[in-house]
């Protein structure tokens, strides 16, 4: 009788364990529209994951599972307004009602709703690094550490280059009307305001950073552009002693699509420094196993 209630004991516990790693997809209502969170449930403080401009919630498929598998953290990722499955607010279609700031505090209103509004880790890739960096700005006490990909800080935005590329950006919207494609234009338009904001609002010292920077530059229309932009990322870098630079080599922008493997260490490195002492062994063991079978499938390829 013993040995059938240990039976039925563990096939629950094994239960509640798969059935914390299951993805939710949900629509929150964050004040007049519908924000879409996609949230791989598990325990322990959770980690928020900002996309690209105009990358909805798959650019992260790659990754997700691994870093779940491993830290059993909750992941949250989210479409920003009138991307991917997220509404956009159409009651004003004013251009200062829909930028990077209301971004934020839909995000913010959101991550309430769902029970999320403690302490949380950062991921941000390009464009999401600048909302990364503004989420931290405004709630300090409650960021614990940030992973940035590649990410956009405002030191590599000169006043030139934002001036010429809002140039571009108001001529096409001047011949384009943006009928169908508003948060398009929104982003676009919205450059030069974000640019000034993040200058206002710094990433807090007091939080630690791993910031990832593409070894390959090629995107860049010149190459003064990527020199600038990896001179840039160790700028920021090298501002305070709990942020470390690495270049990810052989990576283009995009770098947990050309190393993955690179990108899921870090964050469970960033994750574990959070934790007390011995508290992450369990995720080091884990992460362990990980890397042994995810170095032995790189070769294969």
Known sequence: MKKFILVICTFFVLMANSGSCQPVDTL??????????????????????????????????????????????????????????SELDTSNRDLANHGILQGIQGLETGLKKLGYGRNIMLVGHSYGGFCATLYAARHVEKVKAAVLIDANHVCWFQDTYVDSVMKLRKDHWAKNKPTNNWADYYAGLSLANTVELMKQS???ATVPVIDLVAGNVAPFPDSAGGVRWKACHKQFADAQPNRQGITAY????????????????????????????????????RFLSYNIEAVNEQRKK
């Open 28 to 85: 929150i209502d964050v004040g007049g529209y519908r924000l879409h969170f996609h949230i791989i449930k598990g325990s322990g403080m959770p980690i928020l994951f900002e996309g690209g401009a105009g990358a909805d919630v798959s650019i992260w498929d790659t990754i997700l599972k691994p870093i779940a598998d491993i830290t059993n953290a909750t992941l949250i990722t989210y479409d920003r307004a009138g991307f991917g499955k």
């Open 202 to 204: 710094p990433f807090p």
């Open 250 to 285: 052989g990576c283009g922008h995009i770098i947990f699509r050309d190393n993955p493997v690179l990108v899921i260490s870090t964050i469970v490195k960033a994750y574990t420094g959070t934790l007390g002492k011995g508290k992450g062994d369990a995720i080091l063991n």
